[in-house]
């Protein structure tokens, strides 16, 4: 499996940092995944739904441990990336 785009949407507020749309293989997207900041860091959490229980399930989930450290290692490797850009662009916008 390979991840052959990733899209982050900065959203700085104090928890969510992010939404995230990862596409697997050229051929299979996965949209409104969500980069937070927890207690020890940032962490990757799926996009889920509300069932009648009042309980959030999982949508889409890496279903082995492999699968679930590539996708959170890349996605937060975007995601600080795609934040760095945007800071050093704010900076360049304030020295004009």
């Not at 937060?76 to 900076?91: D, F, R, S």
Request: aromatic share 6%.
């Amino acid at each position: 499996m390979n991840i052959t785009d990733v899209k982050v949407f900065i959203r700085e507020s104090n928890q969510l940092k992010a939404f995230v749309n990862i596409v697997i293989d050229d051929a299979f997207i996965i949209r409104n995944i969500k980069v937070i900041e927890g207690e020890n860091g940032l962490f990757v959490a799926m996009p889920s739904r509300r069932v009648s229980t009042g309980e959030y399930r999982d949508i889409a989930h890496p279903i082995n441990t492999e699968t679930r450290n590539l996708v959170e290692k890349t996605i937060i490797e975007k995601y600080k990336e795609v934040l760095q850009e945007a800071l050093t662009a704010a900076e360049s916008k304030d020295e004009e």
